[in-house]
Nanobody
Framework: QVQLVESGGGLVQPGGSLRLSCVASGIMFRMYTMGWYRQAPDKQRELVAHMSTGGSEGYADSVKGRFAISRDNAKNTVYLQMNSLKPEDTAVYYC???????WGQGTQVTVSS
């Protein structure tokens, strides 16, 4: 059974930082590209960042230079470091095993003063 468990969300002031983690089980983690998505209220879910098995990264224009994705294959974990957070980054953040239907349950990130 595949499980993805996110953590690290919370309330942060504008300009602050958070690091999200997603621990995967039930899959050969190192063989998959991993992604982080987010969904704000009344908006479509969007791809924020992804990292391939070889370490290639990709980012949405809205987060380039502020967010960084990384992975630790030994820990079956993918991370999303979020810096210089803005109110418009407020959303539920989900990790996903790309090219599959496996999603995490999501973690809320709220950026507000």
């Amino acid at each position: 059974q595949v499980q993805l468990v996110e953590s690290g969300g919370g309330l942060v002031q504008p300009g602050g930082s958070l690091r999200l983690s997603c621990v995967a089980s039930g899959i050969m983690f190192r063989m998959y590209t991993m992604g982080w998505y987010r969904q704000a209220p009344d908006k479509q879910r969007e791809l924020v960042a992804h990292m391939s098995t070889g370490g290639s990264e990709g980012y949405a224009d809205s987060v380039k230079g502020r967010f960084a994705i990384s992975r630790d294959n030994a820990k079956n974990t993918v991370y999303l470091q979020m810096n210089s957070l803005k109110p418009e980054d407020t959303a539920v953040y989900y990790c996903k095993v790309m090219s599959t239907t496996y999603w995490g349950q999501g973690t809320q990130v709220t950026v507000s003063s």
